[in-house]
């Protein structure tokens, strides 16, 4: 089995309306290189971009998905977004269990793990985000930490495809504070959740791509998605301008 390609995962946050998603996908579009072989270009946009983005992107090369998913199928579930509706609109991902959604909306590793069951039993690939806290970092307890996170997170998951599942390691400390890990850091552990991986979910586990987030830009991203565990990148601040993301892509190739 070939190794985990690259993906190098936008998340545009709570920015941007249709119409801007639009201009902003054409303008990307317009002076977009070919993207080097075995890599993957994908924005996560606000739900209500989606369309627009589906005009936008067919019949290009970049994909697109949301910033989460309901984990239920349909009913009264006031604010939510099914899997259904995303496939509708050609969404390939859903970002899940990012940090501000667990800060913000209360969301425990057990939903993270029905939206996650949700999305992969409808064809939609979760992007599960995991990773510590400033203080569990300063404790030297970061990898026990994002592992217990990781392991809830992925409850009653079984995965027989590696390309169904993508895991995001997103130390909290380092998102839009323009702190960094280093390479190293992110390699150590993409590393641990490529073997925790292994063992929760078997050999597909070894293939599922692991992608670091936290501050990554085009001035850092080649040195971390260089190491041999990570499999490309979940960014947000530098995903918001196309000059921003077209850095990132030179440097990836
Ligand atoms: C994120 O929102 O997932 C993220 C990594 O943000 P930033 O790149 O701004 O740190």
């Known amino acids: 089995m070939t190794g985990p390609s690259t993906l190098l995962a936008l998340n545009w946050k709570m920015n941007k309306t249709p119409s801007e998603a639009a201009a902003w996908a054409r303008e990307l579009l317009a002076s977009l290189p070919a993207l080097p072989a075995g ?10 971009d989606l369309p627009a983005l589906q005009t936008a992107l067919t019949g ?10 309901s984990a239920h199928a349909s009913g009264a579930y006031t604010g939510e977004t099914s899997t259904a509706m995303l496939q ?21 590793s057990a939903v993270v793990a029905a939206k996650t069951r949700a999305a992969m039993a409808a064809g939609v690939v979760p992007i599960v985000c995991v990773g510590e ?12 930490y994002t592992l217990d996170q990781l392991r809830d997170s992925l409850d009653g998951v079984t995965l027989t495809d590696p390309a169904s599942l993508v895991v995001a390691y997103e130390p909290v400390w380092a998102i839009g504070t323009g702190k960094t890990a280093t390479a190293l850091d992110a390699e ?14 078997g050999d597909a586990g070894a293939q599922v791509q692991v992608l670091y987030g936290g501050s990554v830009k085009g001035g850092n991203i080649a040195e971390i998605c260089g190491q041999p565990n990570v499999n490309g ?3 947000g601040g530098a995903a918001l301008e196309v000059q921003s993301v077209l850095d990132m892509v030179n440097a990836l190739a």
């Open 39 to 48: 890599t993957a270009l994908a924005i996560m946009a606000p739900a209500i």
């Open 60 to 69: 290009s090369s970049v994909q697109y998905g949301a910033q989460d998913v």
């Open 88 to 108: 509708d609109v050609g969404a390939r991902f859903a970002v899940v269990g990012h940090s501000e959604r667990r800060e913000y909306h209360a969301e425990s």
């Open 133 to 144: 806290g400033l203080a569990v970092r300063e404790q030297g307890e970061h990898v026990n």
């Open 188 to 201: 150590e552990l993409c590393a641990a959740i490529r073997t925790a991986l292994t063992g929760l979910l």
């Open 233 to 235: 990148a979940l960014v």
